[in-house]
């Protein structure tokens, strides 16, 4: 017997442990989002913050947003706002904050992406702070940010044209000291490179060890999702070089390649952090076409996993699309590149729609590893659209692709690996087989060998079957010849003397008539006989089945015979016996009425003409739980047991020199075993010589409900 591997028991439990994960990990972020919602942080209402009171010291951090002032196509020093000039001149427009200033209307129409603006807050703090935070994202596409009236970071160079400003994604976290009073923030900002512009993430206000601390937790998280993604993808690549054949490791490894690689330059921007001085558009080519492809890996990914339900045009058609699209993101300037994303932004939603549709239809059809894979693209699929949407800045939510791809390569590393697993374990089952067939050769010689005997045996039982089958054709050619040519022969006699005038009186003619109608009518029922078996064994019989109560079945044949064998001076009883419980008396079967009437008739034909004068027939039903059955019991001269096998083929009988004028045409038996046999159930018999015999047939019950 063959052992079960380990790597099949955790095939078959992976998805307790996976529910588990995901259960703890959706019960940490409720807990964690409650927690941020109790916090009930205050919003900035006309430019002005008011964090008196808050209690910033306990909070640790707090977003800047809400409205701050937007001087549009205006590049102001903190000098400038803070003139009563200026503040007589120039109104400042309103924006929440974080947003991108295309929806924002000034002066009534919305600017779009290119232009510059100065931002100002102001924040009121209960007291001097000696240890404060500020942390600036990356903006789009410049920035130069001061914080009571001194400078203390920038990004690029803000300009107020496309030839003036230098685009750069330079994320900081800038610590400074409060001395008391209102905390002025002044942020300039130009983007004249990408269609979104603005400070599109939220500004953060702290203490510096907190604002540190949370964002060493982000960028190790972020690091630990990138390098889980490039190791994978290293990984899977690296089986290749193993086995070619596995195209579904190449894609997947290429897919978390160019997934980890884009995943650098979202979320917090590892790479603006780790290695700043790379040239932003590089930068952003490089995003874009790892965004570009990733998406015609995945798809071609899942074609070789599930070929009939992801479909080899539509994969064609994917991968042209990513080929036009990186092209494009090398050839495009800025700012008309990042007009691409969109476009493309809507070829995956439909792409996604796509293949969830082709892995539904892999799940209904039980593929192997499908309801794994769904689960992995759904989770990924989600975090997508949710990150599309933040970068329409449709949604504030977003930039959490990483963390649904994690779910997804975690669920689609296991399919791959369990098909090692599985192909291990054959591996194994296949050479612990031919272990046990090299050392059990002998033994499985003598099986087959002792194999071999048996079917030997079967085949000379067969034979003798066969022999005994020609003998009985032999017989009844023999025996049609014998009753058809005695009963012709004497025909022929009778009709010659008649014709001969041998026979002269009136009242001798009347006999022989007598006698030729005789033999005539034992030859029609020897014919009508051999017709009606014939027709019996080829299943060509019309049967009327009907359901029938056993109660009706006993009444019916109760007194059917009594007269008959009366008139043969017989003794005729009938016997009823019920095993089945009170509850369940009453019981059907399903019968041709007349067709059972004719094999009991057969039944007790054959037992009168074994039974002396004066003898008993009795005839028993016995209903039991599944079946009716009934009994002809005589006590006449019996079977000898040399015959008893052979009572039901046809043309058999024991007197060999019957005919058919004093006796039955000898298909009787034969053809009540056929109709017995076509109403699924069984006939036999019994019998000791001297002591009479028993004929009996069993009748299936119908179940319930039939």
């Not at 430019?47 to 205006?74: F, K």
């Not at 579904?248 to 690689?261: A, D, E, M, T, V």
């Not at 009883?573 to 019920?578: F, L, M, R």
């Amino acid at each position: 017997m063959v052992s079960i591997s380990r790597n099949y028991f955790y095939y078959k439990w992976f998805w307790v442990f996976i529910s588990i994960v995901l259960l703890a990990a959706a019960i940490a972020g409720v807990g964690y989002y409650s927690s941020a919602a109790g916090k009930s942080a205050p919003r900035a209402v006309q430019g002005i913050m008011d964090l008196e009171g808050y209690g910033l010291e306990s909070y640790g951090t707090v977003q800047l947003n809400g409205e701050w002032d937007m001087h549009w196509m205006r590049l102001l020093t903190p000098e400038e706002l803070a003139s009563p000039e200026h503040a007589a001149v120039e109104q400042a427009t309103p924006i929440v904050l974080p947003e991108v200033w295309n929806r924002v209307l000034v002066d009534g129409v919305q600017p779009g992406g290119s232009g510059h603006a100065t931002f100002h807050l102001k924040v009121k703090l209960d007291g001097p702070a000696s240890d404060l935070g500020l942390k600036l994202p990356y903006i789009r596409t410049a920035y130069k940010a001061w914080v009571n009236g001194e400078p203390v970071a920038s990004s690029g160079t803000v300009g107020e044209d496309i030839l003036t400003s230098k685009p750069q994604y330079t994320p900081n976290l800038i610590r400074f000291r409060h001395p008391g009073g209102p905390l002025d923030i002044v942020i300039q900002v130009s983007n004249y490179h990408h269609r979104l512009g603005g400070i599109w993430k939220p500004v953060e206000l702290g203490s510096w060890s907190a604002l540190d601390s949370k964002l060493r937790r982000e960028l190790a998280i972020e690091t630990l999702v990138v390098g889980s993604l490039l190791s994978m993808g290293l990984y899977h690549i690296g089986l290749i070089a193993l086995r070619r054949q596995e195209k579904g490791s190449l894609y997947f490894g290429l897919f978390c390649l160019l997934i980890g690689i884009r995943a650098f330059f979202t979320g917090e921007g590892v790479m603006y952090y780790f290695v700043p001085e790379v040239h932003w558009l590089t930068e952003l080519r490089i995003e874009y076409v790892c965004f570009y492809m990733g998406v015609p890996a995945m798809i071609m990914f899942m074609h070789s996993l599930y070929p009939l339900e992801v479909r080899s045009g539509i994969v064609r058609l994917i991968l042209a699309l990513g080929v036009a699209f990186s092209a494009a993101a090398f050839l495009i300037p800025p700012p008309w590149v990042t007009y691409t994303t969109p476009a493309f932004q809507l070829i995956t939603l439909l792409t996604s729609g796509y293949l969830l549709f082709g892995l539904g239809r892999a799940v209904l059809r039980k593929r192997d590893g499908a309801l794994f894979a769904a689960i992995g693209a759904s989770a990924y699929v989600a975090t997508v659209m949710l990150d599309i949407m933040y970068y329409n800045q449709w949604i504030k939510l977003g930039e959490v692709s990483s963390y649904g791809l994690l779910v997804c390569v975690f669920m689609t590393s296991f399919i791959l690996s369990s098909k090692s697993a599985k192909a291990y374990v054959e591996v194994e089952t296949l050479s612990r087989q031919m272990r046990e067939m090299n050392t059990g050769l002998e033994h499985k010689i003598r099986e087959r060998t002792a194999e071999l005997e048996r079917i030997n045996r079967s085949l000379e039982r067969m034979n003798d079957d066969l022999a005994r089958m020609e003998t009985s054709r032999r017989h009844l050619l023999s025996n049609i010849s014998h009753d058809l040519g005695t009963p012709m022969t004497l025909i022929q006699g009778y009709v010659e003397a008649l014709i001969d005038g041998v026979v002269s009186q009136p009242e001798q003619q009347q006999k022989y008539l007598k006698l030729i109608h005789n033999r005539i009518t034992g030859l029609n029922r020897l014919i009508a006989d051999l017709f009606q078996l014939s027709k019996l064994e080829a299943r060509q019989m019309d049967f009327d089945i009907q359901p029938v109560s056993t109660d009706d079945f006993i009444r019916y044949f109760d007194e059917r015979y009594e007269l008959e064998l009366a008139g043969a001076g017989l003794k005729f009883e009938t016997v009823a016996y019920s095993l089945r419980p009170e509850a369940h008396r009453q019981a059907i079967v399903k019968i041709d009425v007349d067709r059972i009437d004719q094999v009991l008739t057969n039944v007790i034909y054959n037992a009168v003409k074994h039974t002396l004068r004066g003898g008993l027939i009795q005839l028993h039903f016995i209903v039991d739980e599944h079946s009716l059955v009934v009994q002809v019991q005589d006590n006449g001269s019996g079977i000898d047991p040399e015959d008893l096998p052979y009572i039901f083929d046809r043309f058999y009988k024991k007197d060999k020199s019957r005919n058919t004028a004093g006796g039955g045409s000898g298909l009787g038996l034969a053809i009540a075993k056929e109709i017995i046999d076509y109403h699924g159930g069984r006939i036999w018999a019994q019998s000791r010589v001297g002591q009479g015999a028993c004929i009996a047939f069993m009748l299936p019950l119908a179940k319930g409900g039939e």
